[in-house]
């Protein structure tokens, strides 16, 4: 899962486009480009695909009825590039336009939701994890190396996940020293 940061695709090879994010920017070219038919269109399957997705349960993807959405999914793509070819996105907002390209390019990342049940079809428990922290903090910090990154996201997890928390506090600290012995510098 990610935030159309391109440096994740350096990572491995599949990454899941947040959906709640791409509602939100369809939302703005609808509200900003309400001339286009495009955005209403991709925003209602978005919702769509959303709802058949979070309503399986147990049941397995149907693969007849992802492949309708991807079609659906290319057809609006399509009617944008008319509708941005026929009416050029403006320098005020360009969003929308911005939206409608990275759609196209990371189709696979996007739809990744509809091939794999063990991706979330967006980053809603991450965010509200974090949000805790960042409402408290009072100054920015960036997580560069992984360990300081689990540092900081592994405790947010742990009531969710039922873990004793003075147990695997100690199992990150450890991991952390043991890194820095290793390598001469680590992440505390």
């Given at each position: 899962m990610d935030f159309h940061d391109k440096t994740f695709y350096r990572y491995g090879t599949k990454h899941q486009e947040c959906?709640?994010?791409?509602?939100?920017?369809?939302?703005?070219?609808?509200?900003?480009?309400?001339?286009?038919?495009?955005?209403?269109?991709?925003?209602?399957?978005?919702?769509?695909?959303?709802?058949?997705?979070?309503?399986?349960g147990e049941k397995e993807l149907d693969p007849i009825i992802v492949e309708g959405f991807e079609k659906r999914y290319d057809e609006i793509l399509n009617k944008a590039e008319k509708e941005y070819q026929d009416e050029p996105p403006t320098e005020y907002y360009r969003e929308g336009y911005n939206l409608f390209l990275r759609l196209r390019e990371y189709k696979e990342n996007e739809l990744l939701f509809l091939h794999d049940k063990r991706v979330p079809a967006n980053n809603s428990l991450c965010e509200r994890l974090a949000r805790v922290y960042k409402r408290k903090q009072k100054q920015a910090i960036t997580l560069t190396e992984g360990v300081s990154r689990s540092l900081f996201c592994a405790p947010c997890s742990f009531s969710i996940q039922n873990v004793y928390l003075f147990t695997r506090t100690y199992v990150i600290l450890r991991t952390c020293f043991q890194s820095k012995n290793k390598t001469g510098k680590g992440c505390c």
């Open positions: 959906t709640q994010h791409d509602c939100r920017y369809l939302i703005g070219s609808e509200q900003n480009e309400p001339q286009l038919e495009w955005n209403k269109e991709m925003h209602g399957l978005f919702q769509e695909m959303l709802h058949y997705r979070n309503g399986l």
